[in-house]
């Protein structure tokens, strides 16, 4: 059995069809819940998840040099959390290192 979704306009290039034998039973979670306005899906459906908060620093030690990281809150509600490379990412969120 399948069923065919209505979507917005935004996501009309999304396949339409759902197959029941793919479903599964939900429990309701408010975090799951995505507002529209909150997240710019691109062309590709993909899209930028924006961070938080640097949450900690630290230097990786290597063989001939140093390597500054540091980590970051992506999600406040999930806590997810990852250690990027500060010079590269200083070049993408500039306004996250204020001084």
């Known amino acids: ?6 979507l917005p306009p935004v996501l009309s290039n999304l396949h ?3 197959h029941v034998s793919q479903l599964r ?6 975090s799951h819940v995505v507002e529209m306005d909150e997240v710019q899906v691109r062309e590709n459906l993909t899209y930028e998840k924006r961070s938080v908060v640097v949450v ?6 290597l063989r001939g040099k140093s390597i500054s990281l ?3 809150l992506w999600d406040a509600a999930t806590g997810e959390t990852t250690w990027e490379v ?4 200083k070049e993408q969120y ?3 290192f204020l001084d």
């Open 1 to 6: 059995v399948a069923y065919r979704l209505a």
């Open 16 to 18: 339409d069809v759902s």
């Open 25 to 30: 039973k939900y429990i309701r979670d408010p």
């Open 56 to 61: 900690d620093h630290k230097l990786k030690e």
């Open 70 to 72: 540091v980590k970051i």
């Open 86 to 89: 500060e010079s590269q990412f």
């Open 94 to 96: 500039p306004f996250l």
